[in-house]
């Protein structure tokens, strides 16, 4: 049995103009669907380099914060060594019945 060729269909006209289009619309689409991918990602990568930015901030103001709580508390034992060193001094020389002022 000979294979036959496929025939057209009685009365249908391909118009490839049509069919170039159809492609050319499904292709504009898809560029435009790119383009809203590629901005969302921006828009995300913006977000996050943002949020990141805050962060940092955040940890930079707690470290200062940190590091001037113990430069307080450094300065309170100096300031209460040097008070209990001068206690000890007036101590040591109302013992020995010297005055400030008065040399042996």
């Avoid at 269909?9 to 159809?22: E, M, N």
């Amino acid at each position: 049995m000979p294979e036959k060729n496929p025939q057209p269909t009685p009365g249908h006209v391909c118009d490839y103009s049509q069919v170039k289009s159809a492609e050319k619309a499904c292709q504009r689409e898809e560029a435009e669907w790119r383009e809203r991918e590629h901005e969302a990602e921006c828009k995300a990568k913006h977000k996050e380099a943002k949020r990141q930015r805050v962060e940092e901030e955040q940890l930079e103001v707690e470290w200062k914060k940190r590091a001037e709580e113990e430069a307080q508390r450094r300065r309170a034992m100096e300031e209460e060594e040097a008070r209990k060193k001068r206690v000890a001094e007036e101590e040591a020389e109302s013992l020995s019945g010297e005055g400030p002022g008065q040399a042996g």
